[in-house]
């Protein structure tokens, strides 16, 4: 975490509740040691932190391990459902069970605006140290950065996470096979219209609440029962649209969906409606996209049914030989019709 652990003799000023960051709380000082040790190193206290190192000393591992990295710009900080913190945890370590791996540490990078509230800082860190401990996931290092008024929006955050292999890795989408069944673990849509209330002050009765949420149960669930999976993904930025035009492209084949089997929550549905857009499209955090065999399909959902946060997955669509299009849905009035992929995301700062 970039600090030391020495006694100073000189006057220490501790940034009393409700105080705001400062420049100086990311410059190597005082102030900054006092920020990283009394707020941060607290929250996420565990061994690998007691060598207050700029690196963490991580144990050998036998197998192989899993890496991935991502920033989180998510706008506002705090959201029906989640908040910038435990996004960025249950982010990490979803991308991490997506490639089958077992997360078990992840790295914590802080870039803050000047003038944030030392309360909100502190509440993130709350929602980030519940996060790990949900999941079973140590924070073993990070950094902390402050940058002028204007130059961020309050808060960014960038992790890093380390999994290990424990089973069989997914062979990926390009092993797609014409027959294959399509499942999402849950309804869609459900964090980007969450967010997006929250930021344009869009009242809606109820409002939508964001899925944001680990996949690691679901993911040990299929594999301690066996199911063959041929691919997973996390249906983020892009949602699940993004998803099946990524694995078509990748297998070659054709996605068919029918939107009458896709789960979409009444608020999202009604979010969507009034705003124009399209479930389909719209961001996750917590929602998973499955390609199993034929035979697979009963007993995936099965397992995914057991699980709290993919109690509602459901099947969706099938590989089939390249047609129309790359991906095709069945709309509500029965007609087969390609389904176009943005060229961008229509919420942005969704995570």
């Given at each position: 975490?970039?600090?030391?652990?020495?006694?100073?003799?000189?006057?220490?000023?501790?940034?009393?509740?409700?105080?705001?960051?400062?420049?100086?709380?990311?410059?190597?000082?005082?102030?900054?040691?006092?920020?990283?040790?009394r707020q941060i190193v607290p929250a996420v206290e565990n061994e690998f932190l007691k060598l207050a190192g700029?690196?963490?000393?991580?144990?050998?591992?036998?197998?192989?391990?899993?890496?991935?990295?991502?920033?989180?710009?998510?706008?506002?900080?705090?959201?029906?459902?989640?908040?910038?913190?435990?996004?960025?945890?249950?982010?990490?370590?979803?991308?991490?069970?997506?490639?089958?791996?077992?997360?078990?540490?992840?790295?914590?990078?802080?870039?803050?605006?000047?003038?944030?509230?030392?309360?909100?800082?502190?509440?993130?860190?709350?929602?980030?140290?519940?996060?790990?401990?949900?999941?079973?996931?140590?924070?073993?290092?990070?950094?902390?950065?402050?940058?002028?008024?204007?130059?961020?929006?309050?808060?960014?955050?960038?992790?890093?996470?380390?999994?290990?292999?424990?089973?069989?890795?997914?062979?990926?989408?390009?092993?797609?096979?014409?027959?294959?069944?399509?499942?999402?673990?849950?309804?869609?849509?459900?964090?980007?219209?969450?967010?997006?209330?929250?930021?344009?002050?869009?009242?809606?009765?109820?409002?939508?609440?964001?899925?944001?949420?680990?996949?690691?149960?679901?993911?040990?669930?299929?594999?301690?029962?066996?199911?063959?999976?041929?691919?997973?993904?996390?249906?983020?930025?892009?949602?699940?649209?993004?998803?099946?035009?990524?694995?078509?492209?990748?297998?070659?084949?054709?996605?068919?969906?029918?939107?009458?089997?896709?789960?979409?929550?009444?608020?999202?549905?009604?979010?969507?409606?009034?705003?124009?857009?399209?479930?389909?499209?719209?961001?996750?955090?917590?929602?998973?996209?499955?390609?199993?065999?034929?035979?697979?399909?009963?007993r995936a959902i099965d397992v995914l049914s057991s699980v709290s946060e993919t109690a509602q997955a459901a099947?969706?669509?099938?590989?089939?030989?390249?047609?129309?299009?790359?991906?095709?849905?069945?709309?509500?009035?029965?007609?087969?019709?390609?389904l176009d992929e943005p060229a961008g995301a229509p919420l942005p700062r969704i995570c």
């Amino acid at each position: 975490m970039e600090t030391s652990r020495q006694n100073l003799s000189c006057p220490v000023i501790v940034p009393a509740a409700g105080d705001r960051v400062l420049l100086a709380h990311g410059e190597g000082g005082r102030l900054m040691r006092q920020l990283i040790e009394r707020q941060i190193v607290p929250a996420v206290e565990n061994e690998f932190l007691k060598l207050a190192g700029d690196a963490a000393v991580l144990p050998a591992m036998r197998g192989q391990l899993a890496m991935t990295t991502d920033s989180f710009v998510v706008s506002p900080l705090f959201f029906p459902g989640g908040d910038i913190g435990s996004l960025a945890v249950y982010g990490t370590v979803n991308d991490l069970a997506m490639a089958g791996a077992r997360p078990r540490w992840i790295s914590l990078a802080f870039i803050i605006e000047e003038g944030l509230e030392i309360d909100v800082l502190g509440r993130v860190l709350a929602s980030i140290a519940a996060a790990a401990k949900r999941v079973g996931v140590l924070v073993v290092t990070g950094d902390t950065k402050v940058v002028p008024r204007g130059a961020a929006d309050k808060l960014f955050v960038n992790t890093t996470g380390i999994g290990e292999f424990e089973t069989v890795v997914a062979p990926g989408p390009r092993a797609l096979e014409v027959g294959d069944e399509l499942i999402v673990s849950g309804p869609i849509g459900r964090h980007g219209m969450a967010v997006m209330a929250a930021r344009e002050g869009i009242e809606l009765d109820p409002p939508p609440q964001s899925d944001s949420a680990p996949l690691v149960d679901a993911v040990k669930a299929l594999q301690s029962a066996g199911v063959r999976v041929r691919a997973m993904r996390d249906a983020t930025r892009g949602g699940l649209g993004a998803v099946l035009h990524e694995w078509a492209e990748a297998s070659g084949k054709t996605l068919a969906i029918a939107e009458h089997l896709v789960p979409v929550t009444p608020e999202v549905r009604g979010a969507c409606e009034l705003l124009g857009l399209d479930p389909i499209h719209v961001a996750n955090e917590g929602t998973m996209v499955l390609a199993v065999p034929g035979g697979e399909v009963e007993r995936a959902i099965d397992v995914l049914s057991s699980v709290s946060e993919t109690a509602q997955a459901a099947r969706i669509g099938q590989v089939v030989a390249p047609g129309l299009a790359q991906v095709v849905v069945t709309r509500g009035w029965g007609q087969q019709i390609p389904l176009d992929e943005p060229a961008g995301a229509p919420l942005p700062r969704i995570c």
